[in-house]
């Protein structure tokens, strides 16, 4: 049980600073991949694997009780 808490704390701790501003001054560049903006992109990115992760993260605990 402390450890399912430990993870989702540990989650929403990285999805905290996946969107906080240091990392997200490093990709705000005049850089564009397949002509979008590598900003748009990884913003995205994390926003899938958040997404992802707190599905799976919830999934398991469903199956566990």
Partial sequence: ???RH???ALLGIL???FFNFPLLQIFNR???WAGIPILLI???VVWV???VGLYTLGR???FRE
Wanted: glycine share 0%.
């Fill in 6 to 8: 430990t993870l989702w």
């Fill in 42 to 44: 990884y913003l995205y």
């Fill in 49 to 51: 694997l958040a997404i």
């Fill in 30 to 32: 005049d850089i564009l």
């Fill in 60 to 62: 398991r605990s469903i």
């Fill in 15 to 17: 999805i905290f600073l």
């Fill in 1 to 3: 049980m402390a450890k």
